[in-house]
């Protein structure tokens, strides 16, 4: 069992850029794919990222940058130049595959409430 803790959301005003880190507790973390989601308040969650082991990465919106450091057992979002419509609580989750379906990530951290201004 790994487990994910967030750290690092707030309120920020629209443009401005936040930096989002997930800290894993298990040893085997850099065998884990590494995904980020979030959840609007009324939507479903949602896609934004994910990392493979060896730091190949995926992110559908330019925006938004994964990356991750094994040593620290740490994943990091970074977002920049944010919307209003960013606003949503934003998960980190360790799946053993490296996918962007949330049915294949095991192991999900609390959340981190991520609030944009306009």
């Known amino acids: 069992q790994v487990q994910l803790v967030e750290s690092g959301g707030g309120l920020v005003q629209a443009g401005g850029s936040l930096r989002l880190s997930c800290s894993a507790s298990?040893?085997?973390?850099?065998?884990?794919?590494m995904g980020w989601f979030r959840q609007a308040p009324g939507k479903e969650r949602e896609f934004v990222a994910v990392i493979s082991p060896s730091s190949g990465t995926y992110a559908p919106d330019s925006r938004f940058t994964v990356s991750r450091d094994n040593a620290k057992n740490t994943v990091y979002l970074q977002l920049n130049s944010l919307k209003p419509e960013d606003t949503a609580v934003y998960y980190c989750?360790?799946?053993?595959?490296?996918?962007?379906?949330?049915?294949?990530?095991?192991?999900w951290g609390q959340g981190t409430q991520v609030t944009v201004s306009s």
């Open positions: 298990a040893r085997a973390f850099s065998n884990y794919a």
């Open positions: 989750a360790a799946s053993p595959v490296v996918t962007t379906n949330e049915g294949q990530y095991f192991s």
